[in-house]
């Protein structure tokens, strides 16, 4: 059962470069969601998904854009890299609606804008 | 807007103390919380889930407990071990519209001394 899985773990982009987080869960998970982790920070919300089709943003969202065309995978986009999009990126889900809704998460792609 | 504030920020313990976290939260209208343990580099691990209409989980070693009239919630770890060194975040989830969206804490960080 391979839970949240999140590519690439490491990544070194030049700014203005764009690039694409992949994310894909094997749970049947309606709700999936990107966190970006920043040291004095905490966790911040970018863009979330509760169900294929249906994506909304967060309290982070400009510069990055998602797309949820499958219940399994929920990609984030940067468009355009910036230096203060370097950080650490979470994606996570949850099964929603009815029942156990505890979170998931990947174990993070780490990102440096140079 | 929901705020979430962990105290403290870092907690050193010597081995086989009894010790609890702390969690606070600005609004009562929750769904859940949820403790998380972060190892550095590592994802997120999901150790405690409360439903709003609980009162406390429990876990081995670890039980959580939830006030929504006061807005607090703790994480007690009994008989510290040096393996419980790690990050604790502490986290909210509201409803309707926030459901399945979780706002952090920014996490307190427990180092347990042999």
């Known amino acids: 059962n391979a839970g949240v899985t999140q590519t690439p773990k490491f990544q070194v982009l030049k700014t203005g470069q764009s690039m694409t987080l992949q994310c894909a869960q094997d749970?049947?998970?309606?709700?999936m969601s990107w966190y970006r982790q920043d040291p004095g920070m905490g966790l911040r919300l970018i863009h979330y998904s509760v169900g294929a089709g249906i994506t909304d943003q967060g309290e982070v969202p400009n510069g990055y854009n998602v797309s949820r065309s499958t219940t399994e995978d929920f990609p984030l986009r940067l468009l355009s890299a910036a230096p203060s999009q370097t950080s650490v990126y979470f994606c996570a889900s949850s099964y929603g609606a009815a029942g156990s809704t505890e979170a998931f998460f990947g174990q993070g792609t780490r990102l440096t804008v140079v | 807007k929901q705020e979430v504030t962990q105290i403290p920020a870092a907690l050193s313990v010597p081995e086989g103390e009894n010790l609890v976290l702390n969690c606070s939260f600005t609004d009562s209208a929750i769904y859940n919380l949820q403790w998380f343990r972060q190892d550095p580099g590592k994802g997120l691990t999901s150790l405690l889930l409360i439903q709003s209409s609980q009162r406390e989980q429990t876990s081995g070693r670890l039980n959580a407990s939830l006030d929504k009239s006061s807005g607090r919630s703790t994480l007690y770890i009994a008989a510290s071990q040096p393996g419980d060194s790690a990050t604790y975040l502490c986290?909210?989830?509201?409803?309707?519209?926030?459901?399945?969206?979780?706002?952090f804490g920014k996490g307190t960080k427990l180092s347990v001394k042999p």
């Open positions: 749970m049947n998970h309606e709700y």
């Open positions: 986290a909210s989830e509201g409803y309707g519209g926030s459901q399945g969206n979780l706002i």
